[in-house]
C-alpha cells in the first residue's frame, strides 16, 4: 500500500513555536479555537477606516449591507445567523455604529489564482481554500502568543501554510471553522521557515491590513477535504533532531502507557493530566517499532477518542510529528500542530486497518519494550565494546555512582535560545550558526564533566543540556542567573563555579543512558556522553550490573561485548544516521 499526504506548522513568520505548557494570552480574549463560526457570504468594509479611496474599494455581490452587517455582529462578538457579512482585517471587529462597517460597491476583485501561482510580496489577487487545520503560534522566549497557524488546501490539492499576525486575530478566529471552504482577497506571500514546517510550499500566506476574508459558498468547486505527508521508520531516523519538517506516521499501536489495547482498557486520565503526554508504542508494517509521544492538547484529544473506541482501537494517525532521539530512543513527538486519527476516522486509516485484518501476524511479531529499549551495560562492557572493531554508534543504559565534578572546565556553555547549538561570539552580540542568525538570545546549558564508577571500573561522562537538569533538578540559566545576581559586582567573563546543586549529586547512584559516538569507536576519547539521567526511584537493572566482568583480553567480556554489537547495530541506531550537535 502506498501512502502519502500533508498535515500542520509550529513556525511560519520565523519566530512562532509552542510553549511546553499553556500560556494565556495577555489581553486577548476569545483567542481559543474553540468558539468559531464560518464567515457568511457578503461584505463588509475593514473597521476603523472610515475613509476609503477607489483603490481600497472592497467587491460586493449585493447592494448596501450597512444596516443587515450591523446587526448581523453581536457586542460580545458572536456572528448572528444573517448572511451578507466580509470581513477586513484592520481593526477590532465589533461594529458599534452606522459609520463603522459601512459596506462599499466595487468591481476591483482582482484574478483568481491558486496556491501554487503566489510569489513572494503583496497580492491584489483572489484565492479559494478549504481551512484544513488552524491553532495558536506563541514565541518560544517570550511565551507570548504572535498569531493563529493555518494550514490550508486549494482545488488543485496543493497545501500551503497561513498566518494571522496577533493583531488581527480578533477580526478572523472567530468566523474561522475547521473544514469551512473561504475566498481571500489581498493578502501578502512571506517567505517560509524551514524550521518545523509542514506544507512543502516554500511561501506563507499572511494576513494584511487590507486582506479580505469571507465564506465561498460556489458548490460547483471541490476542494479535497485533507492531505498527509506519510513517512516510515527510515525517512524520520535521518531526519531525527534536524528541527526541519514536520511529517505524517501512521502505524498499528502496541502498547499504551504500557498496556496492550484491548477491550475495556482504562487510561489514568489524572496521572495523564500531571504528566501532560501519553507514550505510545506504534510499528508501521514490518519497520521497527517507534516511541510516539503525544503532548498537551493533541493527548487528550488521543484520550478522548480511544475511549470512546472502548480501548480497542488498533491503528492510529498522526500528523505533524519532530523525530527526536529521546534517552536513547528513536521517538516522534506531536507539536502544537498535529491531528490524531484511529482507525475509521479516515481513508487512510481505514486502509491500513484492512491491511492489518490481512496481516495478523504481524501485530504479535515484535515485542516494542525490547525494541525500544537501550541495551544494559556496565562500566566494562562499554570500553570492550568501544574496543571491537565492528561497534557502531550506539545508546546503553548503565548504573554509576557519581564520585566527582571534574575540575579545570567549566560546567555549562553559552547556547542559542532555539536550537540550543553553542552560540559564538559576534562584534556586538551572540551569533549562531545553525540558525544563520547574526544576533539571538544566549541561554545558559550543561556541559559538565563527571567522574563515575560501577562495582569494576570508572568513567568520565559529559552531561549534556536536559540531562543536566534531570540529574540536578534545576535549569543551567536559573543557576547562573543566580550567582551574578548574588555576585553583581563581577564581570562578564568571570568564571562562575560549580553550583552547589551539581556538587550535591557527588555520591549518588543513578541510571544513565548513554551515546557511545563516532569519537569513542576512533580512539580520539572515551569520554561518553549523557543524553539522558533517569530517576532515583528506578528500580535496579538486572543483569550485568554489578557482574565482575573481566578487562580487555578475557573471553566472556568478549562474548558480551560482541553480543552488544550486535544488538546496538540491530536495535539502537542505524549507520550513517546523524545527531544534532548541542554544542
Excluded at 458548490?219 to 524520520?236: A, Q, T, Y
Aim: proline share 4%; net charge negative.
Amino acid at each position: 500500500m502506498k501512502l502519502s499526504g500533508v498535515s500542520d506548522t509550529v513556525k511560519t513568520n520565523g519566530e512562532a513555536a509552542i510553549p511546553s505548557s499553556s500560556v494565556n494570552p495577555v489581553a486577548q480574549p476569545g483567542v481559543s479555537s474553540g468558539d468559531v463560526n464560518p464567515i457568511p457570504s457578503g461584505l463588509v468594509k475593514p473597521v476603523a477606516q472610515t475613509d476609503v479611496s477607489s483603490g481600497d474599494a472592497i467587491p460586493m455581490k449585493s447592494k448596501d449591507v450597512t444596516a443587515e452587517a450591523k446587526n448581523s455582529i453581536k457586542p460580545n462578538g458572536k456572528t448572528g445567523a444573517s448572511s451578507g457579512l466580509k470581513l477586513g482585517v484592520r481593526g477590532r471587529a465589533s461594529v458599534s455604529s452606522v459609520d463603522k462597517g459601512k459596506a462599499i460597491v466595487s468591481e476591483n476583485v482582482g484574478k483568481v489564482i491558486t496556491f501554487k501561482d503566489i510569489t513572494f510580496g503583496p497580492h491584489e489577487d483572489e484565492v479559494r481554500f478549504r481551512l484544513i487545520h488552524f491553532w495558536e503560534a506563541w514565541n518560544v522566549q517570550t511565551k507570548v502568543l504572535i498569531g493563529i497557524e493555518m494550514l490550508l488546501i486549494d482545488e488543485e490539492e496543493s497545501v500551503i501554510q497561513g498566518f494571522i499576525p496577533y493583531g488581527r486575530i480578533d477580526t478572523y478566529l472567530r468566523h474561522m471553522k475547521t473544514g469551512a471552504t473561504y475566498r481571500l482577497n489581498k493578502f501578502f506571500g512571506s517567505k517560509s521557515k524551514t524550521i518545523y514546517r509542514v506544507a512543502e510550499s516554500s511561501v506563507t500566506i499572511c494576513f494584511s491590513s487590507n486582506s479580505v476574508l469571507s465564506g465561498l459558498e460556489d458548490s460547483s468547486i471541490s476542494f479535497p477535504v485533507d492531505r498527509f505527508r506519510i513517512h516510515g521508520h527510515k525517512e524520520f531516523e535521518a531526519g531525527s533532531d534536524l528541527r526541519g519538517d514536520l511529517y505524517d506516521y501512521i502505524g498499528h499501536i502496541k502498547l499504551v502507557n504500557g498496556k496492550v489495547p484491548g477491550d475495556g482498557l482504562l487510561l489514568d486520565e489524572s496521572e495523564i493530566a500531571k504528566s501532560r503526554r501519553v507514550e505510545l508504542h506504534v510499528q508501521t508494517h514490518d519497520d521497527p517499532v517507534l516511541k510516539l509521544y503525544l503532548w498537551d492538547k493533541v493527548a487528550f484529544e488521543f484520550c478522548e477518542k480511544f475511549k470512546a473506541s472502548g480501548g480497542t482501537a488498533r491503528v492510529i494517525l498522526v500528523t505533524t510529528l519532530n523525530p527526536k532521539w529521546f534517552g536513547g530512543v528513536l521517538s516522534i513527538s506531536s507539536m502544537a500542530s498535529s491531528r490524531v486519527f484511529l482507525d475509521g476516522d479516515v481513508q487512510e486509516t481505514l486502509l491500513y486497518l484492512s491491511w492489518l485484518d490481512s496481516n495478523l501476524d504481524v501485530a504479535s511479531r515484535v515485542n516494542a519494550e525490547v525494541v525500544t529499549k537501550p541495551e544494559l551495560a556496565t562500566l566494562g562492557d562499554l570500553f570492550s565494546y568501544m574496543n571491537q572493531a565492528s561497534a557502531k554508534v550506539a545508546w546503553f543504559e548503565c548504573t554509576a555512582t557519581m564520585s566527582d565534578v571534574v575540575n579545570g572546565s567549566g560546567w555549562y556553555y553559552i547556547g542559542c535560545g532555539v536550537c540550543h547549538t553553542k552560540a559564538t561570539k559576534g562584534p556586538t552580540t551572540l551569533m549562531c550558526k545553525k540558525c544563520g542568525k547574526s544576533e539571538i538570545v544566549g541561554v545558559p546549558q550543561y556541559l559538565s564533566k563527571l567522574s563515575v564508577y560501577d562495582h569494576s571500573d570508572q568513567a568520565v561522562f559529559v552531561v549534556l543540556g536536559d540531562a543536566g537538569e534531570e540529574l540536578t533538578g534545576k535549569k543551567a540559566a536559573e543557576l547562573v542567573e543566580r550567582y551574578y545576581e548574588a555576585n553583581d559586582s563581577v564581570g562578564e567573563d568571570h568564571i562562575v563555579p560549580v553550583p552547589q546543586a551539581m556538587i550535591d549529586t557527588i555520591g549518588q547512584t543513578r541510571k544513565f543512558i548513554v551515546k557511545v559516538s563516532t569519537h569513542n569507536l576512533t580512539a580520539k576519547t572515551q569520554t561518553l556522553t549523557v543524553t539522558k539521567v533517569l530517576p532515583l526511584e528506578a528500580p535496579e537493572p538486572e543483569g550485568n550490573v554489578g557482574v565482575n566482568v573481566g578487562k580487555e583480553g578475557d573471553s566472556e567480556s568478549e562474548d558480551h561485548a560482541e553480543k552488544l554489537v550486535k544488538r546496538g547495530a540491530d536495535g539502537i541506531e542505524s549507520e550513517g544516521v546523524k545527531r544534532a550537535k548541542c554544542g
